[in-house]
């Protein structure tokens, strides 16, 4: 299993970024995926996750819809579209295989992670 | 949301000995239609992303050494490290997955006494 983040960088308040992770090493559809997020010293902390389909979707209440979580089962690809971004999203942002086809399963695989800065 | 709570804070303990990380969540992670609590274990080091040791609260994850168990039910949970090795220096973190959000808990740092 590899997963290879990308897409972070620094952006202002109130900008937008669209994370994507590359999987490969296993079939990617068979699967769902989550993305969690750990501020600088801080523990990790669940942001969204995807059914294996994509068709059901799960976000943390606290990101008030303003983060998006997707999938390209063709490309093996996960994303998360992050809008009207805040100083506090500043974290590293990890890319997690589920165990299972469900959100409801650990995450027994995660990429390197990449950094998201929000600052002005 | 379900908050999870660990003790303690941080641990110290003497290579080979024992060491013992609790884990209680404000609600059931216990689903009854299959008996299984929704309840994994993960271990930090620096510069890594977390890794899973332990779900439905006492399975070991491949690969993962023996001296590695965890075991409870319903609201409270244990990691026990059996003997402890240098390289388990780390943050170990408790995190459900039966409700979303699926939280983690704050974290306990072990280290060598």
């Known amino acids: 299993v590899h997963l290879v983040e990308s897409g972070g960088g620094l952006v202002q308040p109130g900008g937008s970024l669209r994370l994507s992770c590359a999987a490969s090493?296993?079939?990617?559809?068979?699967?769902?995926m989550t993305w969690v997020r750990q501020a600088p010293g801080k523990g990790p902390e669940w942001v969204s996750a995807?059914?294996?389909?994509?068709?059901?979707?799960y976000h943390a209440d606290s990101l008030k819809g303003r983060f998006i979580i997707s999938r390209d089962n063709s490309e093996n690809t996960l994303y998360l579209q992050m809008n009207s971004l805040r100083v506090e999203d500043t974290a590293v942002y990890y890319c997690a295989k589920d165990l299972g086809v469900g959100v409801d399963t650990p995450l027994d695989s995660w990429g390197q992670g990449t950094l998201v800065t929000v600052s002005s | 949301d379900i908050v999870m709570t660990q003790s303690p804070d941080s641990l110290a303990v003497s290579l080979g000995e024992r060491a013992t990380i609790n884990c209680k969540s404000s609600q059931s992670v216990l689903y009854s239609f299959d008996n299984k609590n929704y309840l994994a274990w993960y271990q930090q080091k620096p510069g890594q992303p977390p890794k899973v040791l332990i779900y439905w609260a006492s399975t070991r994850e491949s690969g993962v050494p023996d001296r590695f168990s965890g075991s409870g039910s319903g609201t409270d949970f244990t990691l026990t490290i059996s003997s402890l090795q240098a390289e388990d220096v780390a943050i170990y973190y408790c995190q459900q997955f039966h409700t979303t959000p699926y939280t983690f808990g704050q974290g306990t740092m072990l280290e060598i006494k």
């Open positions: 090493g296993f079939t990617f559809s068979n699967y769902a």
């Open positions: 995807i059914s294996n389909s994509g068709v059901y979707t």
